[in-house]
């Protein structure tokens, strides 16, 4: 039987991916089908770390007249929410799971501890990074880099609203293309948005691939650790 082609991973899990249609807060179907798959590669013997994004509470300033470093802290805050979901609808299915978050809260969660994150990951648990990097001016997308560079992923799977990497927006341009596979100098020099250029750049510096596919169709999960085509691999 094959193999995974990657031994760690961490997976990021947009906010705005978790909402499904509602584009607010959880759909508990798409959470329940999400959670699904992460055990899917859990079993198969892969390690992995779920960086979530908070997009679907809030997205930092987005225009409104507001300190950018008070929308930042709220846009990080609002991951927690999404943590503590995946952490309990894992939990009901018996896995094993710990929250660390990038600002302390210890009342709901351990603090981020590289160490102490490895050791879980080592152990079979699944581990839910919330708040980002704990700074503002980031994206969960960098936080997500960052944290993979230090846990030594092999790979980041990027799971998103879209099926890849496209040449323009598939929303606004009806002949737009995907990408199978595209470099990271490429993908920045393109001014391609489908994860943003310190994430990318982040990548690079450290070979870390990643893998951009769909979370609506959670089994793209698994296919990636497999190795098998799911959107687009930058690299
Ligand atoms: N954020 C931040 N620092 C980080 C990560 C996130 O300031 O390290 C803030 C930022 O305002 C961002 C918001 O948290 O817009 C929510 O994260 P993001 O938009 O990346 O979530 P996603 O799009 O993945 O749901």
């Not at 995946?86 to 299915?93: P, S, W």
């Not at 929250?99 to 581990?127: C, F, W």
């Not at 839910?128 to 790979?155: H, K, M, Q, V």
């Not at 990271?184 to 951009?212: E, K, Q, W």
């Amino acid at each position: 039987m094959s193999k995974p082609i990657y031994n760690r991973v961490i997976l990021k899990i947009s906010g705005e991916a978790l909402a499904g249609d509602k584009h607010f807060g959880f759909d508990n179907d798409v959470i329940g089908e999400v959670t699904d798959a992460i055990i899917d590669t859990v079993k198969l013997g892969v390690q992995v770390g779920i960086l979530v994004g908070g997009g679907n509470f809030w997205r930092g300033r987005d225009g409104k007249e507001m300190d950018r470093t008070t929308a930042d802290y709220m846009g990080m805050l609002s991951t927690v929410l999404n943590a503590l979901a995946l952490q309990d609808a894992l939990e009901h299915k018996g896995m094993e799971t710990r929250v660390q978050t990038a600002i302390e809260m210890r009342q709901i969660a351990e603090p981020y501890i590289r160490r102490r994150a490895v050791r879980h990951l080592e152990k079979g648990r699944i581990v839910i990074f919330a708040c980002g990097s704990g700074n503002p001016y980031f994206s969960t997308d960098t936080a997500a880099a960052l944290r993979a560079a230090e846990i030594e992923a092999d790979a980041i799977l990027l799971a998103k609203n879209v099926d890849g990497v496209y040449n323009a927006d598939p929303n606004q341009v009806s002949d737009a293309k995907r990408f199978d596979e595209i470099g990271y100098l490429d993908f920045i020099n393109r001014g391609l948005s489908a994860m943003d250029t310190t994430a990318v750049t982040l990548c690079m510096d450290n070979h870390i691939p990643i893998s951009v596919f769909s979370l609506a169709e959670p089994g793209n999960i698994v296919k990636a650790v497999m190795g098998e085509a799911t959107g687009t691999l930058i690299r």
